[in-house]
């Protein structure tokens, strides 16, 4: 299997505009999950998934944030407008199994600049 | 609230100088510990799970231990291609995984 694909890998945009980063989790992984790293706050849940349905988006920062899962093989994480403090790797990673047993299997990231 | 603290921060060691990370945790009903290693622009690697006080996991230089309040992974004569930052996580009975902010291991040839 490919792993988990997400893209693009680097983004630099302009305070205001809208980004978009994506996800196809590993075939077959019923759990999709969004993160974000800083060096301040490490690894911060923002959402997850489980069968394409969100349950929990209480670490979604504000209401500028959002993500959907249209179907069992992509993801989207959309920051509209976005803002310098923005600026960060964003993480998604996808489980099979009982949720908070199954390893997480993540993606590269996506670097996010905002300037 | 579930809570993941990994200590120390960062750590120097000589190759071959044997070390151990900590990782103290609090969770509402224990489903798993993971631990990760994540080197520099790559996403975290999957290394180990231990699900319950006891429990031990080990691989190559790396050891695994489980208590109920914390873990350690216990690095045994640690070789430079070592070096990278370690994760912990915990797996809670609401499906959340939350990590920690890691330690950073530096092994010097």
């Known amino acids: 299997d490919a792993g988990v694909i997400q893209s693009p890998r680097h983004e630099v945009t302009e305070m205001g505009q809208e980004v978009t980063l994506r996800c196809k989790p590993i075939s077959g992984h019923d759990y999709l999950f969004w993160y974000r790293q800083t060096m301040m706050r490490g690894l911060e849940l923002l959402i997850y998934?489980?069968?394409?349905?969100?349950?929990?988006d209480s670490g979604m920062p504000e209401d500028r944030f959002s993500a959907k899962m249209p179907n069992a093989s992509f993801s989207t994480l959309k920051i509209q407008p976005s803002e310098p403090r923005d600026s960060a790797v964003y993480f998604c990673?996808?489980?099979f199994g009982l949720g908070g047993r199954s390893p997480l299997h993540f993606g590269n990231g996506t670097r996010l600049t905002v300037t | 609230e579930d809570q993941v603290t990994q200590s120390p921060e960062a750590l120097r060691l000589q190759e071959g100088e044997s070390s151990s990370l900590n990782c103290s945790y609090t969770?509402?009903?224990?489903?798993?510990l993971f631990w990760y290693r994540q080197d520099p622009g790559k996403g975290p690697e999957f290394l180990f799970t231990l699900y319950s006080a006891g429990e031990e996991k080990e691989k190559e230089r790396l050891k695994a231990t489980l208590t109920k309040k914390e873990s350690f992974l216990h690095i045994t004569a640690p070789k430079p291609e070592d070096s990278a930052t370690y994760l912990c996580?915990?797996?809670?009975?609401?499906?959340?995984?939350?990590f920690g902010k890691g330690t950073r291991l530096h092994i010097l040839p």
């Open positions: 996580a915990v797996g809670g009975r609401d499906d959340k995984i939350i």
């Open positions: 969770v509402s009903g224990l489903r798993g």
């Open positions: 990673a996808s489980s």
């Open positions: 998934f489980n069968n394409n349905v969100p349950i929990d």
